[in-house]
């Protein structure tokens, strides 16, 4: 009978391990792609999704005829989407369901009443305080600012100043604009910072410079520099950071992005008002930690970040042409899904150019196939989201149940043992988060743990310990004493003994001398003897 069983246990176990696989591919699979996290070694393994294509919608499907070449979209305060259409040299306006055009904007009118056009347009950015729309009017070398009726309020564009280089020409690829109306314009031809303008539109400088890559030939190229002339040094070529490609600006603080795939530093930064990385000190990674093989083309494809889009939770999207996902990330930077990839079907891509999301949907624009699709969350990505917002909000207790069904879910999903043990560290249940932290290997929750249980148990065992060094200490100061008494008397035994030593030393010093005065007496006598004999 136990042998029956033992044989109907063995296919019953691998149908149940068979049957949660399936249920966590679930999500899953209909996507072209297979969905992935990073375990805490850096290893990617299988996960729930996110987010799952809903639908790839083109400017047919919208009624405006065919998109050509779009490269950004921008969702505004008033629900609407904004579509820079470049290559139909216009701005498309589309509802918040995505369904319908709203307004089509490719004409406008100037201050003196004349009419204008854009001339591939690159970006679009829409200010919640002035409710102006901001242009990156490329082959006209303009940021075009206007109202939503189509009036052009002023235009920014080439610079005339000693800090701009006049051989470059004006050729606007993003714009954005903060709270007190300054506009940050990233330059397709400018590879070293946005150049920042003041709401009068006069150039005040540049912002948010990356850092210079440091390979190995920079490194060379430093110590030589070292040993070489000054004349020398003016005809070596300059090393210069990659440009910006992208921005995109949340609160008081402006995240940009590159799309340069040998850049490694400052491939994504979070700038303050001063234009300091607020990232730059922290170990941080955005993308694949991997880089991807490519083998039609026989190298290694390295991640590079195209567009970067802060959604209204705080999360941190951002695209990569190389691989054609979006890697989601909290305000932390902690990975919460990776969603896309290089394909034909839908939720998959051809050539990603930008990204945007709206309460629980991604958008990406695909510049090849002239389509914007729409990624939904799923009931993983639900859970997941409330679990972070809560973290986010400062309430770790709260987060802690929505962590728990997580990891119900999918037992290899790291953020949220790191969401469980920052929760148990806010509760005091140190141990418990040491636990978790040790699962997630992060050592930062871990030591502010462990310096928790170790003052807790201080605290718990004090009135042991105390007497545990009371006993110690009486045990030393007896012991101490005792090798002390034991010391002095050996001490005193060998200053006896030396003192005897001493004193017959002397002893014997005395009867030498004794006897060799005795002997010298007996020698004269002798000598006497003889005299009288001769005589």
Known sequence: MKKRFKKL??????????????????????????????????????????????????????????????????????????????????????????????????????????????????????SAENDY??????????????????????????????VYDQKRTFLPQRVIADKAGNVYVVLNNITTDAAMFNPQGEFTGFYG??????TAEIIGNYFTNLFISEEKKARRARNIPTGITSFDIDGDFIFTCTQSSTQTTDTVKKLNAAGNNIFANMDLSFGDYTPMYDTSQNKVLQPAICDIDIAEDGNINVLDFTTGRIFQYDEDCNLLFITGTIAKQVGGFDHVAALESKGENLYVVDSS???????????????????????????????????YEVLKRDGNYRRAYIGVASALLRKGDYEGSMKYSELADSSRIYNKAFEGYRMNYLKKNFGFIALIVIVLSAVFVFVSK???????????????????????????RILEEASVFVRGGQNDNDENEKEEKWI
Do not use: C
């Open 482 to 508: 005792k090798l002390r008494k034991r010391r002095l008397a050996i001490e005193k035994a060998k200053q006896e003994e030396q003192d005897q030593l001493a004193i017959l030393d002397r002893q014997i």
């Open 209 to 214: 410079a990356n850092r210079v890559q440091p």
């Open 369 to 403: 196939k002239d389509t914007v699709t729409v990624f939904t969350e799923t009931d993983f990505g639900k859970i997941v989201h409330k679990a972070t917002r809560l973290h986010n909000d400062g309430y770790y207790e709260e987060a802690l149940e929505p962590w």
């Open 9 to 126: 246990l063995t296919p019953i176990f691998s149908f149940v391990l068979g049957l949660n696989f399936l249920t966590s591919l679930t999500a899953s699979a209909g996507e072209p792609y297979d969905v992935y996290n990073y375990d805490r070694w850096g290893e990617a393994i299988p996960s729930q999704a996110g987010y799952i294509a809903d639908r790839a919608v083109s400017g047919y499907d919208l009624g405006a005829g065919a998109f050509d070449n779009p490269n950004d979209i921008f969702y505004d305060h008033n629900d609407i989407f904004y579509i820079a259409d470049t290559n139909n040299n216009r701005i498309v306006a589309v509802n918040s369901d995505f369904d319908e055009v709203v307004e089509i904007y490719d004409r406008f009118k100037m201050p003196d009443g004349s009419e204008t056009t854009l001339k591939k347009p690159m970006g679009i950015f829409v």
């Open 133 to 162: 729309m901001y242009i990156a009017d490329n082959e006209n070398s303009r940021v075009l600012i206007s109202d939503r009726d189509g009036n052009v309020i002023s235009e920014i564009t080439k610079p005339v100043s000693e």
